[in-house]
DNA sequence: TATATTTCTAACCGATTGGTTAGTTTTAGG
DNA sequence: CCTAAAACTAACCAATCGGTTAGAAATATA
């Protein structure tokens, strides 16, 4: 009955969310955002409400991606190596990017402060238990293992993944795969 | 000859540098550090030149204090314990900070971009390295291991701390300890 | 084809950004 | 005590921030 959108949301949004990743939220400007969606500053408002709607969105967008990686993980039958496996494919995931700039999540816990939106300070502590919990749920598959020992070693991988993920950001492969290594050679 | 400063500029940097610290350089605007610091812009721009200068200057300042548990680090014969002692150490010291924030300079590392000064990525460079050359210092009092084990293993430790600046910032102490222990397990 | 509804362009909003400057106050040396 | 030099206050600057809005353009339905 009228006028149709000229573009895509999910198109836009991923676009937004590559802009968010690069830059991070504060320096990413709604100008700049403009001229990577393709689109004008009403459309933007008038489909997700607001730069923090938007922001929440590619968030999303970018978890959407890393559930692949962990949907492969708990798939697999490889217990631990499988966990060592999806460091290995986290790597290879950022650098698909073409700019190095390790996970969108970890990134923006470290940019933004105690002050910051209540909706991105859930979804960062949902994504992190999340990835935790995959952990733990392929740890917990090894039955020599009791709960306490499987809670410590998901505690210790996730912060070892908070670790590459800046890591991957300023070390070369070849520190990478070794610290991938020592990592795993202490559970 | 003339009138005298009211302020002392070691003094009006530490409290830049603990602002810079608690919220990053971009979200630190000119007004907050006037009143954080207690002294006019036109005082802070006589001083520093810019706020990027003064931003160089609280690195300095911050890098200062961490030289002081390097210094303990290596005056110490414990060792890799020692080394172990240092990272709880740096969670020590960013705690009495009363906000837990990290390391500055890997925040920093974190928060800028490819564009950014070339001056702050030098600062944050050179301090890698420092830290890194403090714990290959140590590794290599040990001659039964060859130098590249030491490389390897002092690559590895540097990535550790990274990931262990960023997880004080998000993870309670028992976990903080348990991923010590666990990345001290594996050399 | 007429109309109702939505999308879009582009100018605009007040607030805030980092940074500057004119003019006043202070103070040490002559 | 006078004066020159530095420190200070506070008003000011253009540019940019996120966000809004009036009016033109497009289009599915009647």
């Known amino acids: ?12 949004v991923e676009k937004a969310m590559n802009l968010f990743w690069r830059n991070g939220f504060e320096t990413t ?23 923090n709607g938007l922001f929440l969105e590619s968030l999303k967008c970018y978890m959407g991606k890393i559930n692949i990686l ?12 499988g966990i060592k ?16 700039k390790g996970c969108l999540v970890t990134n923006t816990a470290n ?12 979804v960062i502590g949902q994504f992190t238990g999340q990835v935790r919990e995959a952990f733990a749920s392929i740890l917990k598959r090894d039955d020599t293992k009791d709960q306490v020992l499987v809670d410590q070693q998901a505690d210790y991988l996730i ?20 610290y991938i290594e020592n990592v795993f050679k202490s559970i």
Chains 1, 2 share one sequence.
């Open 70 to 81: 962990l949907n492969t993980l708990e798939n697999s039958d490889l217990g631990i190596a």
């Open 159 to 178: 912060i070892a993944m908070v670790g590459l993920s800046s890591a991957t950001r300023f070390f070369a492969q070849p520190q990478l795969d070794n």
């Open 29 to 51: 400007s709604m100008q700049m955002l403009e001229k990577e969606m393709g689109i004008n500053k009403f459309s933007i408002y008038a489909s997700f409400g607001s730069k």
């Open 1 to 12: 009955m009228a006028r149709q959108k000229a573009y895509n949301e999910e198109v836009v």
């Open 111 to 122: 940019e933004i402060n105690d002050a910051a939106d209540e909706k991105i300070k859930q």
């Open 85 to 100: 496996k999806y460091f290995y494919d986290f790597i290879e995931f950022t650098r698909e990017t073409d700019f190095g």
